[in-house]
């Protein structure tokens, strides 16, 4: 009697025991299995980024912050990876990907054709168009006002592809949008066409610079992967799609920029 009594209490405990964690499971949110995945190094996801773009990438300090490295984290958390951001150059960074010195590129990526010849990418995560940068004092407010100008561009991005696209332009580029934007203060560019999420933060903060006008180009950005690394892709899809169920997603869209959809 004491025996099944006994029993009886374990099972009741055992079953209350699963019970709380499944609920505190609940609460922390999914975790995606990776333990087949293989990284560059073990337990660790290495992205590559060209940390010169705020508000999705740049350094502060000796710090590199922004919203897709919050992003990263969170990712990297759910597939229960430490994560490793490394600052490249963004010429070369697919040559680069491609050849495994990364796991992964996040780096405000936009998901293009040619690009998929080549790599993999993630499902897409956040929409952009192209916007063009002028002075404050400037009367450019349509692409026909750049017959005849000079726009400055960051080298390799689908600004440059949208730039020299337009009519009697001339494209100078750089190495990064900051470079472009310090020659649009300076009189040697008319414009700088750039991913409209950068112009619209950049211009809040310097009211020496405007938004001329945007150039509707509907693109998505995503994150980037070698051909051969599916199972990580897929680990990374998961976790992205946890991460919108979660609220998580929408909490570092928040945190960086406000109520923007």
């Known amino acids: 009697m004491r025996n099944r009594v006994f029993v009886a209490i374990a099972i009741a405990v055992l079953i209350l025991a699963v019970s709380v964690a499944s609920i505190a499971c609940g609460k922390q949110g999914t975790k995606i299995d990776a333990s087949s ?15 010169t773009y705020p508000p999705m990438e740049y350094k502060e300090g000796d710090k590199i912050v922004g919203f897709d490295v919050d992003l990263a984290q969170a990712i990297a958390d759910k597939i229960g990876l430490k994560l490793d951001y490394q600052t490249t150059a963004w010429d070369g960074i697919f040559p680069a990907l491609i050849a495994h010195k990364f796991d992964i590129v996040m780096s405000s990526v936009s998901i293009t054709d040619d690009r998929k010849k080549e ?15 002028v002075k404050a004092d400037s009367s450019i407010d349509s692409i026909e006002k750049l017959n005849g100008k000079i726009a400055g561009v960051q080298i390799g991005t ?10 009697n332009l001339k494209v100078n580029t ?13 009189g040697r560019v008319d414009a700088v066409i750039c991913d409209s999420i950068v112009g619209d933060v950049y211009v809040k903060d310097n009211k020496d610079v405007k938004v001329g006008f945007v150039i509707t180009t509907d693109e998505s950005y995503g ?3 070698a051909k051969d690394t599916p199972e990580l892709r897929d680990a990374v899809n998961a976790a992205l799609k946890s ?13 960086w920029f406000g109520e923007r959809k």
């Open 158 to 167: 689908t600004g440059e592809i949208e730039a020299k696209k337009i009519v």
């Open 223 to 225: 994150i980037a992967f």
């Open 243 to 255: 991460l919108t169920d979660d609220g998580t997603f929408a909490k570092i869209s928040k945190k």
């Open 174 to 186: 750089y190495d990064d949008n900051m470079l472009a934007i310090e020659d649009l203060k300076a």
């Open 37 to 51: 995945i293989k990284t560059l190094k073990a337990g660790v996801l290495t992205v590559g980024s060209d940390t």
């Open 119 to 133: 790599m993999d990418f993630s499902t897409p995560y956040y929409k952009v168009d192209q916007t063009a940068l």
